[in-house]
């Protein structure tokens, strides 16, 4: 049986994308129910309406507080009846009550090797840094921001003459290639929790993807 999903989006959608072709390709057995933006207008809605997803768009400017939009949001998704929610470009942060709602079922994807590097401007962090490997993170959402339990990493070799823009290239392969993985390890029930581990087909998390 697919997993029922809902993907959250505030932009292009290329992880959505990634998504989409998985299932298309049988290589990921997920029903995406819905995807929803606060933001009207971006690229990510047409890739949803392009593949007869149903796009809904719950403009964030539009409520007086985080709160109450992550309420709405809450009910939105709720009507969807998913067994995992998807933040793929996200751009909000999150109340601890909408993350405690979706705790253990809300999934993550972020531009670097964590926990270094949390929050924005990851690549030219990493590039400043001197680091070597860079990368992308998948993991649970909690309320400490980009923290939550990581499930898979891939990594990528950071270049002599590499910019934050080809960095940034370079991650976002990695993270077409691991997103749709950790979700179907959530959808074949191949990743559990077992006393605050993770484990994947038995073996502890965060599996490695070296690119």
Not at 172 to 195: D, K
Request: charged share 20%.
């Amino acid at each position: 049986m697919a997993l029922p999903i809902v993907v959250l989006i505030s932009g292009t959608g290329s992880n959505l994308q990634a998504i989409i072709d998985a299932q298309a390709s049988g290589a990921l057995n997920v029903d995406i129910r819905a995807v929803i933006s606060n933001r009207p207008g971006v690229a990510g809605l047409e890739r949803a309406e392009r593949a007869g997803i149903p796009a809904r768009v719950l403009d964030h400017t539009g409520f007086a507080s985080r709160e109450d939009f992550d309420k709405a949001l809450m009910e939105l998704i709720d009507g969807y009846r998913p067994s995992l929610v998807v933040l793929a470009g996200f751009m909000r942060i999150l109340s601890d009550e909408f993350a405690d709602h979706y705790a253990r079922r809300m999934l993550n994807i972020h531009p670097s090797l964590l926990p270094e590097f949390r929050g924005l401007n990851t690549h030219q962090r990493a590039l400043d840094a001197g680091r070597r490997r860079h990368g992308a993170s998948v993991h649970f959402v909690t309320s400490e921001l980009d923290g939550g339990p990581l499930i898979v990493q891939g990594v990528v070799t950071v270049a002599d003459d590499d910019t934050a823009q080809t960095l940034a290239a370079k991650v976002q392969r990695c993270e077409h290639q691991i997103y749709p993985l950790a979700i179907g390890w959530f959808a074949s029930g191949a990743l559990v929790v077992n006393n605050d581990h993770l484990l994947i087909d038995g073996e502890l998390a965060p599996k490695v993807v070296l690119q």
